[in-house]
Antibody, heavy 116, light 107 residues
Framework: QVKLLQSGAALVKPGASVKMSCKAS????????VSWVKQSHGKSLEWIGE????????NFNEKFKGKATLTVDKSTSTAYMELSRLTSEDSAIYYC?????????WGQGTLVTVSS | DIQMTQTPSSMPASLGERVTISCRAS??????LNWYQQKPDGTIKPLIY???NLQSGVPSRFSGSGSGTDYSLTISSLEPEDFAMYYC?????????FGGGTKLELK
């Protein structure tokens, strides 16, 4: 069955960067877009961007351009998201999900806490 | 960006009750509307895609309808596991955007 397994929680200092992972299994990794979604505490969901593993093509929400970098490692069927120049506004749970418009499978989320 | 407005933001309801959650888009979205359920542990599950199509494995008590700017999710008879957060999401134009959520609570 399809699974998306995300990396564990991270505590990072303001101004630093964090890189999280999303390991896919149960399907052909290169056939589907992988999207990333942000959920701030107690709030709704925001689409950050997407990557197509086969080509590495990416699309971003304008709000997150310059903040998020998306990459993949096809050899391990793993997608990565790096967030840079972290502030308290970046403290949130980040989900990876399979799809570009219809998000049929979701990871369990990675909690990022930005604090000195 | 297309704004998605869900109502109500919270809804107390009883087991066995029929409930409807509404979602309004800031412009027409041509039925490109999905629904998701989020449990308190953070797990997100897709329920309905393209307005009214049930995701595989989702119970038939869930249904979706709508057109233009107005869409709804109906649960015909609430079960204990249905008390959760619900989100609509449009994908008519990028970026895909989500509603603010509806918390379905036990009355």
């Amino acid at each position: 069955q399809v699974k998306l397994l995300q990396s564990g929680a991270a505590l990072v200092k303001p101004g630093a960067s964090v890189k999280m992972s999303c390991k896919a299994s149960g399907y052909t990794f290169t056939d589907y877009w992988v999207s990333w979604v942000k959920q701030s505490h107690g709030k709704s969901l925001e689409w950050i961007g997407e990557i197509y593993p086969n080509s590495g093509a990416t699309n971003f929400n304008e709000k997150f351009k310059g903040k998020a970098t998306l990459t993949v490692d096809k050899s391990t069927s793993t997608a990565y998201m790096e967030l840079s120049r972290l502030t308290s506004e970046d403290s949130a749970i980040y989900y990876c999900t399979r799809g570009a418009s219809r998000f049929a499978y979701w990871g369990q989320g990675t909690l990022v806490t930005v604090s000195s | 960006d297309i704004q998605m407005t869900q109502t109500p933001s919270s809804m107390p309801a009883s087991l066995g009750e029929r409930v409807t959650i509404s979602c309004r888009a800031s412009q027409g979205i041509s039925n490109y509307l999905n629904w998701y359920q989020q449990k308190p542990d953070g797990t997100i599950k897709p329920l309905i895609y393209y307005t009214s199509n049930l995701q595989s494995g989702v119970p038939s008590r869930f249904s979706g309808s709508g057109s233009g700017t107005d869409y709804s999710l109906t649960i015909s008879s609430l079960e204990p596991e249905d008390f959760a957060m619900y989100y609509c999401q449009q994908y008519d134009s990028s970026p895909p955007t989500f509603g603010g959520g509806t918390k379905l609570e036990l009355k």
